[in-house]
T-cell receptor, first 116, second 110 residues
Framework: EAGVAQSPRYKIIEKRQSVAFWCNPISGHATLYWYQQILGQGPKLLIQFQNNGVVDDSQLPKDRFSAERLKGVDSTLKIQPAKLEDSAVYLCASSRSADSSGNTIYFGEGSWLTVV | SQQGEEDPQALSIQEGENATMNCSYK?????LQWYRQNSGRGLVHLIL?????REKHSGRLRVTLDTSKNSSSLLITASRAADTASYFC??????????FGKGTSLLVTP
């Protein structure tokens, strides 16, 4: 079974520029997550999709971050304009359902963003 | 869903020793999961322990859950250099995405 695919793996941009990350979840997984992980901290949920609908985006900085999951499969996370504090690893994850109480969540390798 | 606190933040041991890390919450825990993250990689699921379970084993891993204290512990026995990683707990509530703590950084030296 193929895992969660993410690209690009590494990206360096200047502040105020824009960047987009792409994620392809495990086939058949209805739920997709984007987490932000700042160095030395645990992952923080940015947004959760169930199929192509948003379940939770309460911690997504909507003035600069946007995400979409067209057709309920692949997803794109965009940052525009980027700030220095956006330097982090952006982790995409997927699971069979939105009920985390008994679900295993599978993570991609992450997209490393450095804003200079 | 509330973030957990892991203890210790960092742990350094020698190969063959046991490593114990703890996780606690301020509110009641139902189900809880542990994940491992090797440097520069994504998180990997280790074990899920449900509210009606007190202890669970998986290979060299032993997880306990004390719902009366809202806490859990992860024990790695006979540690190896390959166990060097960060370990995260995450409460696992129905209707919520996993909420991770800051993690415990484990270093196992030969």
């Amino acid at each position: 079974e193929a895992g969660v695919a993410q690209s690009p793996r590494y990206k360096i941009i200047e502040k105020r520029q824009s960047v987009a990350f792409w994620c392809n979840p495990i086939s058949g997984h209805a739920t997709l997550y984007w987490y932000q992980q700042i160095l030395g901290q645990g992952p923080k949920l940015l947004i959760q999709f169930q199929n192509n609908g948003v379940v939770d985006d309460s911690q997504l900085p909507k003035d600069r971050f946007s995400a979409e999951r067209l057709k309920g499969v692949d997803s794109t996370l965009k940052i525009q304009p980027a700030k220095l504090e956006d330097s982090a690893v952006y982790l995409c994850a997927s699971s069979r359902s939105a009920d985390s109480s008994g679900n295993t969540i599978y993570f991609g390798e992450g997209s490393w963003l450095t804003v200079v | 869903s509330q973030q957990g606190e892991e203890d210790p933040q960092a742990l350094s041991i020698q190969e063959g020793e046991n490593a114990t890390m703890n996780c606690s919450y301020k509110t009641s825990i139902n189900n809880l999961q542990w994940y491992r993250q090797n440097s520069g990689r994504g998180l990997v699921h280790l074990i899920l322990i449900r509210s009606n379970e007190r202890e669970k084993h998986s290979g060299r891993l032993r997880v306990t859950l004390d719902t009366s204290k809202n806490s859990s512990s992860l024990l790695i026995t006979a540690s190896r250099a390959a166990d060097t990683a960060s370990y995260f707990c995450a409460r696992s509530d129905s209707g919520y995405a996993l909420n991770f703590g800051k993690g415990t950084s484990l270093l196992v030296t030969p």
